[in-house]
């Protein structure tokens, strides 16, 4: 049945592979579509619960999205001190941020520089460990951590441990133009870790806060990271915070973020996926088109079909057959290209995100540089290799019905 | 399948009438038509253009209805069955053969006779082996993956032939099966007819409006303006496949599966 399915589309060729086409590209849409704003959304989750879903960020409103305000509520040691005290809250690390650059080997690398209780990295930070020497446990002022892309520059040479890291800051409270000067000693390199609370692991320097506290020469932090004990409290603690500061701080939390920036992904894949639909729709009125143009110039063929014996519901069933056969290629043909066309897109969307990330969340970004990868779930491949095959069909039940009906002897006249 | 040991006739009609509607207006093709055709017999129908003998074959052949009357093949009162059921007769008892052979042109020699086999789900193993066997035996083994396109039109009617004979029906139902061809491969159709005949037992029904093929069966039924006008039994003409013989190598005769039909002497029925 199916050797005769192929012959009879291989007979009709040029006609077979436009009809084919049309559901090759409607469901490579639909699945490029579909696997990268998943995957765009399964980065996005990643990179934030990197951070754990137990730590809430607690900035200055003012610095958030208008960089030069005045007059904005400085967080001092009496939020720490309040925040600490509390309910559900384990710790609040207060830290520095300051963007940098660091000289290595004669050339200039970008860097962030985060000043915070070092001992407190494990903790903010899931799962991130040094490739070489150790996070170090005491408040040394010389001491430095250094983030892999930093420490292994593109061109350059790489910072070794215990090695010298010469760094200019900029945007210390008091340093005026061109920025500070600061020297601090690599005790350990990290591991690779990517993007986590709001900033690129990879492109920091952390320093002691103590060493941070003397070059801001400044009482007042960036801002403050709050531990929770237990991930179902944090929206309570939130709340808490909120309550007492106003407008005066912003509070993030990895839920928020995570959140909102899955409502946007999820809406962006349901416009783009009703795009392949109709595009998958008009795919099946072309098959339709197609099967019952087949029927009619096959009517003496179904004529001898019926004087050999083949009964209504075999012959429904034989082109029915071919109709499927149509999907099961476009379906294949469709999940091949989708892959592929997925992995352009995935460039595209990794771009737009960026901007979007930078916009929102200071340095780092949550997007991050790199590209969106696709993501093919089980589900994804059965629904690509079934639905295309599930439409043919359908598309094609009337027309093999029609030919199933025919009149045998009315059939074998017809020339 | 075939019935053996019954005594009913391969094709009894019993005073068939059709009537074609085209608007509002009723043509009758056939008015009251019976005749019986006998087990293992070459028949032929005859009959101008127009006269109805068509409309016959499309009736024995189960592909149409009788408006009155019964029709019965091999046994089974064809009014009895459903659609289904009649495309399982035409599938196990009657084989068809055209005049314009009817081969499906996408598919091979082989695939065209495997196809009524593959209707009642024969396994592919068997069923090339069967059609292989036959296209043989019509002197086609080495054309078995050949096109219709790439055959002559004598071997497109062998193959059309093998098609209607692979399924060992009770009766092969031909409409003017030379009626394509040229003198000398008309003889050999004939020829392959008459063996498979005799070597098999098959009822051989012929359309023709051909005299001299009708003199070589058995039995003649001529057909004029909706009724049976005459019907002759004849003798078994042997010398009509000595003369084809001369031209086509004998087939390998199976060993005889059933009795030939009796013949008795000539007779004459006149009907009216």
Known sequence: MLKLAYKALADRKVRSVLTILGITIGSAIIL???????????GITSNIQKTGANILT????????????TNTYQLSQTDVSYLEGLAHVIDAYPYYSYSG???SGGSTLSTTVVGINLAALPVLYNGLTAAQGSIPLSGDVTAAVVGWDIANPVSGTPIGLHQMVQMTVSGTGGAKTGGTPLSVLANAILKQYGTALSSNVDDTVFISFQAAALLAKTAYFTGIYVVVDNTADVTAVQNTITAHYGSNVRVISPGTVLSSLQSITGQLTVFLGAIGAVSLFIATVGIVNTMYVSVMERTKEIGIFKAIGYRPRQIMAMFLT???????????????LGYALSFLMGGELAGSTLSFGRGGFGHGGVGSASAVVPVFSTELIIFALTFPVLLATVAGLYPAWRGSRMNAVAALKYE | MMNRGTNHPAVEVVNVTKTYRVGHTDYPALRGVSFKIEKGELASIIGPSGSG???VLNLIGALDPPTSGKIFVDGVNLRKLNEDQLALLRNRKIGFVYQSFNLIQRLTSIENVEMPLIARGTPEKIRRIRASHLLKMMGLGNKLNKKPTELSGGEQQRVAIARALVAEPAIVIADEPTGNLDSKTTMEILNLVTQMNRAKGITFVLVTHNMEVA?????????????????????????????????VPPIPVQPQTREPAPYTSPVLITHR
Do not use: P
């Open chain 1, 32 to 42: 490029s579509l579909i696997a990268s704003s998943s995957g765009l959304s399964a």
């Open chain 1, 58 to 69: 607690i900035r200055n409103s003012g610095g958030f999205f208008s960089a030069g305000a």
């Open chain 1, 101 to 103: 650059s660091v000289v």
């Open chain 1, 322 to 336: 071919e109709a499927a056969l149509t999907g099961v290629i476009g379906g294949v043909a469709g999940l091949i």
């Open chain 2, 53 to 55: 003998k068509s409309t």
């Open chain 2, 215 to 247: 003199e070589m069966t058995h039995r003649i039924i001529s057909i004029r303006d909706g009724l049976v006008e005459k019907e002759q039994v004849l003798h078994r003409l042997d010398s009509f496949t000595n003369e084809a013989k001369a031209i």
